[in-house]
């Protein structure tokens, strides 16, 4: 199966972490849909590579859904000849977020490296 992701316009917003950087330039911001292939499998996402410019290996990231977190995923690249990336999602982590599989968010992406 391959991935498949709904994307909006990206947004970057401007913010300070808990030690006083400037997020800036870090902060993404974009529409996803959350996925699942099989109902036994966790939830996931797919980002499209513009999303992650520069990337290439997997990495930790903060993750709000609509606002709902920071969730701590890891992010990490689709593989199979694909240059998209992607993080699981658990169900409490969906629950909090009040999302459910199909269902269009708003993902801020936030990388810790």
């Not at 992650?52 to 890891?74: D, Q, W, Y």
């Given at each position: ?79 199979k000849g694909s240059d998209v990336f992607f993080f699981n999602l658990t169900a409490p982590q ?20």
């Amino acid at each position: 199966m391959s991935p498949h992701c709904d994307i909006g316009k990206i947004a970057y917003s401007a913010g300070v972490d808990r030690g006083g950087n400037d997020l800036a330039q870090n902060r993404v911001v974009f529409s996803a849909r959350i996925l699942r292939k099989e109902e036994f499998l966790p939830r996931y996402i797919v980002i499209k590579p513009e999303h992650v410019p520069g990337r290439s290996k997997a990495f930790a990231a903060e993750i709000m859904l609509n606002e709902a977190g920071p969730f701590t995923r890891n992010i990490r690249p689709w593989g199979k000849g694909s240059d998209v990336f992607f993080f699981n999602l658990t169900a409490p982590q969906c629950e909090k977020a009040g999302l459910d599989t199909h269902d269009e968010c708003v993902v801020t992406l936030i990388p810790k490296t």
